[in-house]
């Protein structure tokens, strides 16, 4: 899932618990606490009406919530008479019956004071009483009647204040069925009168629905107090929601600065490939670091190898330059002692036709030195490949020892035959090397076997033997077995350096009869 869907995802989720959690507010919890903010109101205006009434005696100055409904009842405790107070009338009302007398005199001896209100209980038989009274002695007499066990007096006030605002409106539903909709406000509620009027051939049937509306900004209160409980509960659901989308989102984003930082600070990318398990832009951007980072780490150590192939370069034409220059000294000091006895005409000297083709000697050996040199600039850029068989080119490369193989009465013998696919020059660098080494150290009398095989040359020479000591350091230079004639000890690391060069391997070990050397060519 891509970054941006989940996102879209995230937005759509978190709406959709902010709006299950209004809903549920205003559905659940809302209605509950209206109720009891208007039952506390109503306690609250209970109380302020009782305590101001019984200071002032009266309702002018009064405000009250339900002005239609609220009265007052006052009782004197020496008088069968009642007076009954409100915002619309007052009245008085005496009580001619023994019974109500008798009833009405239980409830002034009540002592509020000296009773334990909170553990006050209505009675079953006392509403049973009460029912009875108003049954026999106020329902079943005609009020206006001289028996009637009351006698009422009432005195209406003017009420045209208290009514703010008043409606009038008709709903026609049938051709005999008329709703008469009758609305008046006060200060704090609506009511509406709902008349139903039907007429058929026989009657007109009327039905009267009063009912009451309570004032809508009642509930702005209950709002307010909600407010600090819905923004925590947002506040706190947001948070919870982010925490877990930034787990998706963020904390990837982090490892990658991580992961990144410790490339940086790791120096030679040493590092293991970034795992991450999303498939979106994150997912995609960690892949793509790791292909950077994988192809920074070859262009790497392919620098390295290059380096270090430099380095050796470097040192091979130290060493080089310092041998040459080394090998240099005794031909140019031998030509110079010879040219200057024979222009002195010193001794022996005298004699040019004998001498000179002495210099011609030494100034070929400097010239052979000097194309060595230059050769082994040139071939590691000019590398001509071709396929040689082996048999005949080392028999033209052993043909330029027999002098000093029969000297030292050495026998050469030749095995086998083969090909490789490589650079002649090379290999006859190479070979020669071998040969020469092998020629030098084997003694006087021995012999030399040369075996060739398919991509191998093996060249050992029987009656020598390599110090255990100095195989491990045989290709480095100036390091030489030859202590009584101090060879210079560059032979074998010329062979190495040109083996390297053209991607072949050579061995050196002792074996029972002497010392062998392996060249092996690549498939």
């Known amino acids: 899932m891509k970054l941006s869907e989940k996102t879209f995802l995230y937005s759509i989720l978190l709406g959709g618990i902010m709006v299950v959690l209004l809903v549920g507010y205003f559905t659940l919890m809302l209605p509950s606490l209206y109720v009891d903010y208007v039952q506390r109101a109503n306690l609250e205006s209970a109380i302020e009406i009782g305590q101001q009434y019984e200071k002032e005696g009266s309702y002018d100055h009064l405000e009250v919530r339900n002005p239609t409904s609220t009265f007052t009842v006052e009782m004197p405790l020496k008088e069968n008479k009642l007076k009954i107070v409100s915002k619309f009338f007052e009245a008085e009302v005496e009580v001619k019956d023994k019974d109500l007398q008798s009833f009405i005199q239980r409830f002034k001896d009540f002592d509020f004071e000296k009773e334990d209100i909170d553990q006050m209980e209505l009675k079953e038989e006392d509403i049973k009483e009460v029912e009875d009274l108003i049954q026999d002695k106020l329902l079943k007499s005609a009020v206006l009647s001289k028996e009637y066990p009351l006698e009422i007096k009432a005195t209406e006030k003017n009420s045209d204040s208290i009514y703010v605002e008043e409606e009038f409106k008709v709903h026609p539903v049938t051709d005999d ?38 004032d809508m900004n009642e509930i702005a209160p209950v709002i307010i107090k909600s407010i600090p409980m819905i923004v925590a509960v947002v506040f706190f659901l947001v948070l919870v929601a982010s925490q877990l989308f930034s787990r998706k989102i963020v904390n990837p984003i982090i490892r990658l600065a991580y992961y990144a930082r410790g490339v940086k600070t790791e120096g030679q990318f040493h590092v293991r490939p970034f795992k991450i398990k999303e498939k979106d832009e994150i997912g995609e951007l960690a892949a793509t670091l790791n292909e950077l980072y994988e192809k920074l780490q ?14 050796e370069e470097n040192k091979r034409q130290e060493v080089f330059m310092r041998a040459s220059s080394h090998q240099l000294k005794t031909p140019i000091t031998a030509a110079l002692l010879l040219v200057e006895g024979m222009i002195g005409q010193i001794g022996k000297y005298k004699d040019t036709k004998e001498y000179l083709p002495e210099v011609k000697k030494q100034l070929k050996s400097m010239q052979k030195i000097v194309e060595d040199i230059l050769y082994l600039n040139h071939c590691a850029d000019h590398l001509q490949r071709e396929e040689i068989s082996l048999l005949p080119f080392v028999t033209e490369v052993t043909s330029h020892y027999q002098v000093q193989l029969e000297e030292k ?53 029987y009656g020598s033997h390599i110090e255990e000591d100095l195989l491990p350091n045989i290709y480095e230079p100036f390091v030489s077995s030859d202590t009584k004639n101090k060879g210079k000890g560059l032979g074998l690391y010329v062979v190495s350096y040109y083996v390297k060069l053209i991607g072949e391997t050579i061995s050196i070990e002792n074996t029972e009869y002497g010392v062998r050397a392996t060249l092996s060519f690549p498939s």
């Open 177 to 214: 069925l008329v709703v008469f909709e009758f609305g008046i406000s006060d200060e704090s509620n609506h009511y509406t009168t709902y008349v139903a009027m039907s007429q058929n051939e026989e009657k007109i049937v009327m039905t009267i629905l009063p009912m009451m509306s309570s």
């Open 298 to 311: 070859k262009n790497y150590w392919e620098l390295e190898e290059k380096n270090n192939l430099l380095l």
């Open 409 to 461: 009465n050495i026998r050469l013998e030749q095995r086998g035959e083969g090909c490789a696919f490589t650079d002649g020059e090379i290999l006859k660098k190479i070979v020669d090397n071998l040969i020469s080494n092998a020629v030098q150290y084997t003694k006087n009398g021995e012999k030399i076997i040369v075996s060739i095989k398919e991509k191998q040359v093996m060249v050992e020479n």
